[in-house]
C-alpha cells in the first residue's frame, strides 16, 4: 500500500492507496477545481500510451498536464507509432515491429511520469486477474506509473467518481447499486470491479446487481468485501432489480462479460440474448430514492445501456464524472511529482 508519508509512485488501484492519501488527493482535486492553472509542474513531461482507445483519459490527462505548467506526449501504437509487441519469449516475426520491454523503457527515459493503458486481449480470466499486462509494464519503468484502465482496474475513473459522489453530498453509507446492462458485445471488467472497490471503500451500502451468469470473478469480489470491510461499508449481489434499486441513492450502470464464457464471444451470445431489457430506463428508478443520481464511466451506448430520459434527465451525471477525471488526475501528478 502506499503510505500517506512517501511519495505516490503507483497509482494502480485505488485500494492500494493508504486511505490518507486518498483523502488528500481528494481534497488537492478540490482545490484545483477552484483554482486550475499553475506552474507547479513547469518542464515535466508526462508519457502517455494508449495500448487501447481513450476519448476522456487521454484528453484529460493532456489537459490537466498543460494546466499546471508541464507538457505531455501520446503514443497510440499503430496510429503513427510503431505497433507493440506484448507477448514474452515470441518470436517477432508478425506486424508489431516493437516490444513492450523496449518501448516502455526508452519512453521512461523521455519523461518524468508514465501512463499506460493496458486492457489485453481478454483471453485468458485466470491469467488476466493477476495483471500480467500491468505488472510487465510496472517492472519495466523506474518512473510514476498512472494505470490508465488495466484488465481489472480503472483507479482514475474511480477517483473521479469518488469525488462525483462527494460533489453530491451522497452520504457515505448511502445505497450504492452498480447494474449490469446490456451491450452488443462483452466488455471489459476494469470499470465494474473497480467502482464495486470504490464505492466499498467509501464505506456505502453496495448492491451488485446482475443477471444470473454475470456475477464478478471471486478474486474481484473479494477485493471489494475486503475495502467494505475495512471502511466499515456493506456488499451484496443479487439478480432482484425490484430488491436492488430500492432506496437507492446512486445507480451506477457498466455492462461486463460473463465470466464464464471470457475470450469467448461466441459461447456468450445465447445467454446476453434474453437480456435486452437491462436497458436503465425512468422505470428503473421507481422505487429508488426521488433524487437517485444515474452515474456511467462513459462512452455509453445510448437506448441499449440506457435510455435517452435517463441519460438527458436531471438524474444524470455522466458529464460531471468525466469532468472530474481532469481535477483528480492532477491531483495524483502532483502527489507523484510536485513539491
Ligand atoms: N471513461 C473512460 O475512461 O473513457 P475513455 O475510454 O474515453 O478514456
Given at each position: 500500500m502506499n503510505g500517506s508519508a512517501e511519495r505516490l509512485t503507483r497509482f494502480l488501484r485505488t485500494d492500494e492507496v493508504d486511505p490518507a492519501v486518498v483523502t488528500r488527493l481528494l481534497a488537492r482535486a478540490r482545490e484545483l477545481e477552484r483554482a486550475p492553472i499553475s506552474d507547479a509542474l513547469r518542464g515535466q513531461v508526462l508519457g502517455l500510451l494508449f495500448l487501447n482507445p481513450s476519448l476522456r483519459t487521454l484528453a484529460s490527462m493532456q489537459a490537466g498536464m498543460s494546466q499546471l505548467g508541464g507538457s505531455s506526449f501520446v503514443i497510440q501504437p499503430g496510429a503513427g507509432s510503431w505497433a507493440i509487441e506484448t507477448e514474452l519469449?515470441?518470436?517477432?516475426?508478425?506486424?508489431?515491429?516493437?516490444h513492450l520491454r523496449e518501448a516502455i523503457p526508452v519512453l521512461s527515459e523521455y519523461c518524468n511520469a508514465l501512463g499506460v493503458r493496458s486492457f489485453g486481449d481478454a483471453v485468458d480470466l485466470a491469467s488476466d486477474l493477476n495483471e500480467p499486462l500491468l505488472s510487465q509494464i510496472d517492472g519495466l519503468t523506474n518512473k510514476p506509473l498512472i494505470n490508465l484502465e488495466s484488465t481489472t482496474s480503472h483507479p482514475c475513473q474511480s477517483l473521479a467518481d469518488w469525488k462525483t459522489l462527494d460533489d453530491l453530498e451522497i452520504p457515505t453509507d448511502g445505497k450504492f447499486v452498480l447494474s449490469w446492462a446490456w451491450h452488443p458485445k462483452p466488455l471489459p471488467l476494469a470499470v465494474a470491479a473497480s467502482t464495486l472497490t470504490m464505492a466499498a471503500q467509501r464505506g456505502m451500502d453496495v448492491t451488485l446487481l446482475r443477471p444470473d451468469g454475470y456475477g464478478l470473478p471471486t478474486a474481484l469480489m473479494e477485493r471489494a468485501s475486503a475495502a467494505a470491510a475495512q471502511s466499515g461499508g456493506k456488499l451484496t449481489e443479487t439478480s432482484d432489480q425490484a430488491d436492488a434499486l430500492e432506496g437507492a441513492h446512486v445507480v451506477y450502470a457498466k455492462s461486463w462479460g460473463a465470466p464464464r464464457h471470457y475470450g469467448d464471444p461466441g459461447s456468450e451470445a445465447t445467454l446476453r440474448a434474453e437480456l435486452r431489457s437491462w436497458c436503465i430506463d425512468e422505470s428503473w428508478f421507481a422505487t429508488a430514492r426521488s433524487d437517485a443520481s444515474f452515474l456511467h464511466c462513459l462512452p455509453v451506448r445510448r437506448n441499449v445501456v440506457v435510455a435517452d430520459e435517463v441519460l438527458d434527465g436531471p438524474r444524470s451525471r455522466v458529464v460531471q464524472q468525466a469532468g472530474n477525471r481532469l481535477h483528480v488526475q492532477k491531483s495524483v501528478l502532483l502527489e507523484m511529482l510536485g513539491d
Open positions: 519469449g515470441i518470436t517477432m516475426d508478425g506486424d508489431r515491429p516493437e
